[in-house]
């Protein structure tokens, strides 16, 4: 098994499991351990790629689910367990390719989750990427970051 071209050992491969949204009618991989949480993308859901040992924290992809609340809900969750040991510094890299206005809700309590563990006294880094031609997200992460009042880096990537 392969997490960001690192091979797992036979030891952290522990929960690996198989589920699905009934709305996607397609498994999704995940591995959830004491270390990593790792969720691969499909067409509506993006990559999570969550490293507790290291705090660094990665999501990128389509959000596009019928159920955000299904998807989000755990990820939020497992921050939020993070927040009361995390490391020193904290990196959060969030990009989408499309963000639907149900997936938002969520992404703005991820923010809010990082918000406040900046204010527990930890570094946070909070990068927000966004496709260089695309002024709509980078629109919608600005607005985002201002409501919750997160600091954040907005970076332009090649699209």
Excluded: H
């Excluded at 809900?73 to 040991?85: Q, V």
């Excluded at 909070?126 to 031609?133: A, F, M, S, T, V």
Aim: net charge positive; glycine share 2%; hydrophobic share 40%.
């Amino acid at each position: 098994m392969v997490l960001s071209g690192k091979k797992l050992s036979k030891k952290c491969q522990i929960n690996v499991t198989e589920w699905n949204f009934n709305q996607l009618k397609k498994p999704i991989k995940q591995i959830w351990n004491m270390k990593t949480v790792y969720i691969k993308s499909t067409n509506k859901t993006p990559e999570v790629n969550m490293d507790l040992a290291s705090g660094e924290f990665k999501i990128a992809g389509r959000s596009i689910a019928e159920n955000p609340k299904e998807f989000y809900e755990p990820i939020i969750r497992e921050i939020e367990n993070y927040a009361e040991k995390p490391k020193s510094k904290s990196v959060f890299e969030i990009y989408f390719e499309y963000l639907s206005t149900a997936s938002t809700i969520f992404v703005m309590k991820i923010l809010t989750a990082l918000k406040k563990l900046s204010e527990s006294g930890k570094k946070v880094e909070l990068i927000l990427q966004y496709d260089d031609d695309d002024t709509d997200m980078l629109e919608k992460f600005q607005a985002m970051s201002q409501i919750v009042n997160v600091d954040a880096r907005f970076q332009p990537v090649a699209a």
